[in-house]
């Protein structure tokens, strides 16, 4: 298994598998498949609404001897509805509760984007909180006392544009030990991600396939020509030439599954290894085709925008 380092030298597994969007009836099974395919990275958090059913399939897992706790790397991450500091320890504990463990190896602070503490979903202005009244360096505090409390081994961020990520250290001096962010080959993030190697920043890589949207469409990457080529001159298939491609690119990657052939196959990704040329075909496929746009928080006269979220000029997405 290939592994990544943070700051400190503790080691992430690159493959990991991901749960967004993973029915609470399939994940039981779509875990205990993986641990068994090898993956020992899960990436999970409160809002994907499985982590109860993740953490029965953990139990399975550790009762009959599949792998051990100290094994794994377990991801989770802080919903938006709990960014004020009194939230911050009830949130990771019901997590820890529902995945039960005793403590998780990275938590993130899934969005840089606040709800009012009673709407884990928003519907109307009034239900989002402003970064002024909950500013991201009070949850980021709140995140490290967790840290120091031994409930997560490692504290993180989600979706975080580099401005906010140097505001975080600016103003805390606390720097996150990781940024998990959308890349896929339509959308490389190739500046966020040489500021995090900068920074000792691990990236890990959500949607590495271009997520349900594109592999579901007939413009998918997998149907992009150069990779279907690929794929057949490495007698593998395309989603493991892009997995492949991600895990070149010194980031860690969670492809989402919950079917057990489409399980090992991403996972055998990690015995496909392309040629520099290969890689730089792909680096050229780029559209900067952001598929998670966070607009669930964009509501007329809110306090969010596509542009303050991603800190980019939205005209970026207009001109698609
Ligand atoms: P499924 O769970 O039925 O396999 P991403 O992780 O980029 O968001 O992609 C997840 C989506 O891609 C899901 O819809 C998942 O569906 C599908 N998927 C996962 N692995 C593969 C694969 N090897 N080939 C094609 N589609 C895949």
Redesign the pocket.
């Known amino acids: 298994m290939i592994e990544l380092r943070f700051a400190n030298n503790d080691l992430i597994p690159t493959m990991g598998i991901?749960t967004?969007?993973?029915k609470p009836n399939?994940v039981y099974n779509?875990i205990i498949t993986a641990i068994k395919a090898g993956y020992r990275h899960i990436d999970c958090a409160y809002i994907y609404k499985n982590e109860k059913e993740i953490g029965d399939a953990l139990q399975f897992a550790f009762k009959n001897g599949l792998v051990k706790r100290e094994e794994l790397f377990i991801t989770s991450k802080l919903w938006n509805n709990s960014h004020e500091m009194a939230q911050i320890e009830p949130a990771i504990k019901q997590t820890l509760k529902d995945l039960q463990l005793d403590y998780l190896d990275l938590y993130l602070m899934h969005w840089p984007i606040a709800f009012k503490w009673e709407f884990e979903q928003v519907k109307s202005v009034e239900n989002l909180a402003s970064l002024k009244d909950i500013p991201l360096e009070e949850t980021w505090l709140g995140m490290a006392e967790l840290k120091k409390n031994g409930l997560t081994k490692h504290i993180g961020v989600s979706n975080f544009s580099q401005k906010k990520l140097q505001h975080l250290i600016d103003t805390t001096q606390i720097v996150p030990e990781n940024n998990q962010i959308e890349i896929?080959p339509y959308f490389q993030q190739k500046k966020l991600r040489s500021y995090c190697t900068q920074n000792n920043i691990v990236v890990t890589a959500?949607?590495?396939?271009?997520?349900?949207h594109?592999?579901?469409s007939e413009n998918g990457i997998?149907e992009n020509l150069i990779i279907k080529n690929m794929a057949e001159r490495y007698n593998c298939?395309?989603?493991?030439v892009i997995?492949a491609w991600g895990m070149a690119q010194g980031i860690s990657i969670?492809?989402?599954?919950?079917?057990t052939d489409?399980?090992y196959?991403?996972y055998n990704a990690v015995n496909v290894h392309l040629r520099p040329e290969d890689i730089d075909a792909i680096n050229m496929v780029d559209e900067n085709n952001r598929q998670s746009k966070g607009l669930f928080a964009v509501l007329p006269d809110g306090y969010y925008s596509y542009a303050n979220i991603w800190d980019e000029d939205p005209f970026v997405l207009l001109k698609k």
């Open positions: 991901g967004w969007l993973s399939e779509a896929h959500y949607s590495p396939l271009g997520s349900r594109l592999t579901k997998s298939t395309p989603a493991q997995l969670i492809p989402k599954s919950t079917n489409r399980i196959e991403n």
